[in-house]
C-alpha cells in the first residue's frame, strides 16, 4: 500500500514525527532551503516585474533526489516545514524543486506549534494548501534584501574598501550602534554631589537609618555642582535640628511578566544564562523539535520559538493553573487566567508564545535527558509560563520625609529615606526577570525603624559629601540591541539571531566584556549610507518595509508594487553616489616606532582584515606588522606584555605577546590592580566586580575607574596571520 510522504525541515524534527505518525507514513528532511538565488549574480529580473531567477542548491541534489523518489510511490504529500513566512517558502519551493505535483496525488500544508502528538493529529486533521501570501511576503523579503546587498555592496568596494558588504536591516542595526558610540564619545560629565545622613531616634539603643539630601523644605532643589555647594549645605546640617515631616506607605502590587516571544527569551537567556542570541535560538530549536524523554520516546518539549505572539492555548491555561494551585496552593492563583497584550504593533503571524508543551514536566524530572544548555533554557522557559500565571507579588512601600531646620530665619532642609517590605512574594516564589535600573522592587532597600510624624531625630553621622559625574549611555549588549530592534520595527523573530552574527563578522563593530563597540570602518560605512540612501539606512524606513511585508502577508498588497515602490528612488540615489562620492580617506596615526627596513615612522593603517601597522612608503617599502592594544599589564606566566586580541568570530580576548612560547589567554578584561590574596591577575568578572586568573579569589572591584583611564598603545604580532594593504 503506498505511503503518505511528509517533509519536514530538519532530520531531528523528522525522527520526532516518524514515531508520532506511525505506520502509513514516510518522513523526509528538506535540511533547509532547497532553492535560492543564484550567488554568482543579481538574480532577480528587474525590468520583467522583478522576477526571481531560482537556482536549486547544489548542496542538496542529493536530498531533493530522495524526495523525489519517495513522491513517486507516495498516496499523498505532506509538506510539514515551520509554521512561518520561511517556512511557507520552503514548502513552495520544495514543490518546484522536487517536481511534486503529480495528476491524482493531492499536495497539503500541514501546520502546527507545537510538535506533539495532539497537536500533529489536530494538523493532518485539518491541512490546507500552500498560502501563496507568506510565499509572497518571504519572496518579497529576498529580494528587497538581495537588491541591497547586491547593489550596495560594489559601490562600497570602490568607495570605501574591497570586499566589504552592505544589508537592509543589518545596516540599521549598525546605525543603532555608531550613534551609541557617537553619543558615548560627545558626552560631557556633568559633576553633582551626594549627601546622606544617618539618623535615629532620641532615645538610646535606637536603630539608625540613612536619608539622602533633597533639597529645600518645600521640595525645591539645590544644584550641587561644587565642592563648596555641598560643603557649605554639610556646615548648615551638622548644626540642624532634625524631625519626621510625614510618613507614608502605600501597598504596591507587581504583575508577572508575558511568557517568552522570540525577542524577549533571546534577551533574558543572554542576562541569566549569558547565551548569545544564536546559542539561544540553536537550543531552542533543540527543544521544539523533539528530543528522546524516557518512556515518552522523541518529545518536543517547547512550543515553535520564533514568534511574537503573546497568547496561550486556553489547554495550556488550564494545565497551568491545575499545577500551580496543587503545587503553592489557591492563593498563589488569579481569579482568572491571565492574558497578556502584546505591546509591538509590528506583530506578524498569530502563533502562541514560547511555551513548554507540557507544565507538569518539571524541569527537575528532564535533568537527566537534557544536556546542560537544554536544561537550563527548558527551565527559563518553564519558569516564565508558570510564573505568568501566577498571583501577583504585593508589597509596602514606606517614604518618609525629614526636614532639618538650621534657624529661624532659614526654611530648613528635606532629606529623605524608603523602605520596601515583600508581604506576598506571588509569581516572585517562582520566578523574577533581571532587574532594571530604578526598579521600585529591587532589592537593597533597607527596612525603616518605626518612625511618625513630628518624630524628633538625632543627626548620628554626616559623611564627607560624595562625588559623583553623570554617565554616558550604555553600548549596547546582544539584549539591549534586540530589545532595540524590536521596539523599532527593524527585522523579525527569525531575524534577529543573525542580524546581530552578520554586523560583527563583517568588522564593523567589536564586542568587547559583551559590548558591542562600533569601529572605525563601521562609522564610515554608516555614515557613508546613511548620507547618500537615507531611506535604505533610516531606521523609520526599514519599520515602514517591515510593515510592507506584513502587508503582503495578510493578503492586502501586492508584492512587485512594493518593490517597485522602494527601488525606483533606491537606483536614482544609486547611480547619483556612484558620480559623485570621494572615496574615503582613513586617517593614518602614527604607530610610534620606526620602520625595520627603511627607518620611517610607521604608521596605523586599515586593510581587508582591520587595522594593521605599515611603511608609509608604500609601494617601495611594504613593511607591515599587525596591529594589537597593548595594556601596559604584565603577562601572570612570562612577564611578557598583555594584549588586546580578537578571535576569528570578532570576540575580544586577552593573550600574552610572547606567543606562541607563552599560551597565557584568558577571556576577561585584565586589571591592573594585583589580587589582594597572592599578588596574581585580576581580571573584570562582572560590574563590579574582580576575579583572580591564580586562586580562588572573587570580590568587589577596587578602582573601576582606572578601567577606563588606561592608556593603549599598538604592538605586535600577527593577527590570524593576515596583513597587508587593502
Wanted: net charge positive; with cysteine; aromatic share 8%.
Amino acid at each position: 500500500m503506498p505511503q503518505k510522504l511528509v517533509i519536514v525541515e530538519s532530520p531531528a524534527k523528522a525522527r520526532t514525527l516518524v514515531k508520532m505518525l506511525g505506520k502509513g507514513y514516510e518522513v523526509k528532511a528538506s535540511m533547509g532551503h532547497v532553492r535560492d538565488l543564484p550567488k554568482s549574480d543579481l538574480g532577480v529580473d528587474v525590468e520583467n516585474d522583478f522576477a526571481p531567477k531560482y537556482v536549486n542548491v547544489k548542496e542538496k541534489k542529493k536530498v531533493v533526489g530522495e524526495i523525489k523518489e519517495a513522491a513517486n510511490g507516495a498516496s499523498a504529500i505532506y509538506l510539514a516545514t515551520d509554521p512561518d513566512r520561511e517556512g511557507e517558502a520552503i514548502s513552495w519551493h520544495l514543490v518546484q524543486a522536487a517536481n511534486l505535483q503529480k495528476d491524482g496525488v493531492p499536495i497539503r500544508r500541514v501546520v502546527f506549534h507545537e510538535i506533539t502528538k495532539d497537536a500533529v493529529e489536530a494538523a493532518f486533521r485539518k491541512p490546507r494548501s500552500v498560502d501563496m501570501n507568506l510565499v509572497d511576503a518571504q519572496q518579497a523579503r529576498r529580494i528587497l534584501d538581495r537588491l541591497v546587498g547586491y547593489k550596495l555592496s560594489p559601490l562600497l568596494w570602490r568607495k570605501v574598501r574591497t570586499g566589504l558588504s552592505a544589508g537592509r536591516v543589518q545596516s540599521s542595526a549598525l546605525k543603532l550602534i555608531v550613534d551609541r558610540e557617537r553619543e558615548i564619545s560627545e558626552f560631557k560629565p556633568q559633576e553633582y554631589w551626594v549627601i546622606k545622613a544617618e539618623l535615629a531616634k532620641p532615645r538610646r539603643h535606637q536603630e539608625s537609618f540613612w536619608a539622602d539630601f533633597v533639597g529645600l523644605a518645600n521640595g525645591d532643589k539645590i544644584p550641587l555642582e561644587t565642592a563648596e555647594q555641598s560643603g557649605t549645605v554639610v556646615e548648615e546640617l551638622r548644626r540642624a535640628a532634625y524631625k519626621v515631616e510625614d510618613v507614608r506607605t502605600k501597598e504596591l502590587s507587581r504583575q508577572p511578566a508575558a511568557p517568552f516571544i522570540t525577542s524577549t527569551l533571546q534577551q533574558e537567556a543572554y542576562r541569566k544564562l549569558r547565551f548569545s542570541a544564536d546559542r539561544t535560538m540553536r537550543i531552542a530549536q533543540q527543544l521544539y523539535e523533539g528530543l528522546p524523554i524516557g518512556n515518552e520516546g522523541m518529545v518536543g518539549l517547547i512550543t515553535y520559538m520564533r514568534t511574537d505572539s503573546t497568547h496561550i492555548a486556553s489547554s495550556a491555561l488550564a494545565e497551568a493553573r491545575e499545577f500551580i494551585s496543587k503545587k503553592y496552593g489557591d492563593k498563589y492563583l488569579p481569579h482568572s487566567p491571565r492574558q497578556f497584550v502584546k505591546k509591538s504593533k509590528f506583530a506578524q503571524e498569530a502563533h502562541e508564545a514560547i511555551r513548554p508543551t507540557g507544565v507538569m514536566r518539571e524541569p527537575t524530572t528532564l535533568k537527566q535527558y537534557l544536556d546542560a544548555d537544554q536544561a537550563k533554557l527548558y527551565e527559563l522557559i518553564w519558569k516564565r509560563m508558570v510564573a505568568s500565571q501566577m498571583a501577583a507579588m504585593l508589597m509596602n512601600s514606606t517614604t518618609v520625609d525629614v526636614t532639618a531646620h538650621v534657624d529661624p530665619r532659614h526654611q530648613g532642609y528635606l532629606l529623605r529615606a524608603g523602605s520596601s517590605v515583600v508581604t506576598f512574594p506571588g509569581f516572585s516564589t517562582l520566578y523574577t526577570e533581571g532587574k532594571d535600573e530604578g526598579d521600585e522592587f529591587a532589592n537593597g532597600k533597607a527596612t525603616l525603624p518605626e518612625l511618625s510624624a513630628s518624630d524628633p531625630l538625632n543627626l548620628v553621622s554626616l559623611p564627607r559629601p560624595e562625588q559623583r559625574f553623570t554617565q554616558p549611555p550604555a553600548r549596547y549588549t546582544e539584549a539591549s540591541l534586540i530589545k532595540a530592534l524590536e521596539q523599532k520595527g527593524i527585522g523579525r523573530p527569525s531575524t534577529y539571531a543573525s542580524i546581530v552574527s552578520v554586523v560583527l563578522q563583517r568588522d564593523y563593530v567589536k564586542k568587547v566584556q559583551g559590548k558591542f563597540h562600533a569601529e572605525e570602518l563601521g562609522s564610515v560605512v554608516s555614515d557613508l549610507l546613511a548620507q547618500n540612501f537615507p531611506d535604505v539606512a533610516g531606521l523609520g524606513f526599514t519599520a515602514h518595509m517591515e510593515e510592507e511585508l506584513d502587508a503582503i502577508a495578510r493578503g492586502e498588497k501586492a508584492w512587485v508594487p512594493v518593490l517597485r515602490e522602494f527601488y525606483e528612488p533606491f537606483s536614482k540615489d544609486l547611480t547619483r553616489a556612484m558620480e559623485k562620492v570621494e572615496r574615503v580617506k582613513f586617517k593614518e596615526e602614527p604607530a610610534g616606532e620606526p620602520c625595520p627596513t627603511c627607518g620611517r615612522p610607521m604608521v596605523v593603517k586599515l586593510g581587508r582584515y582591520g587595522k594593521f601597522i605599515a611603511c608609509p612608503g608604500y609601494p617601495e617599502c611594504r613593511t607591515t606588522r599587525p596591529f594589537y592594544i597593548k595594556l601596559g599589564i604584565r603577562c601572570p606566566e612570562c612577564g611578557g606584555d598583555i594584549i588586546e586580541r580578537e578571535s576569528k568570530r570578532k570576540k575580544v580576548f586577552y593573550g600574552c605577546s610572547n606567543y606562541p612560547n607563552c599560551k597565557f589567554i584568558t577571556g576577561r578584561r585584565p586589571l591592573a590592580t594585583p589580587c589582594p590574596k597572592c599578588k596574581g591577575l585580576l581580571t573584570l568578572y562582572s560590574r563590579g566586580r574582580a576575579k583572580c586568573e591564580k586562586c580562588s579569589y572573587s570580590g568587589p572591584l577596587v578602582d573601576e575607574e582606572s578601567l577606563e583611564q588606561e592608556t593603549v598603545t599598538p604592538v605586535s604580532p600577527a593577527v590570524h596571520g593576515k596583513t597587508g594593504y587593502s
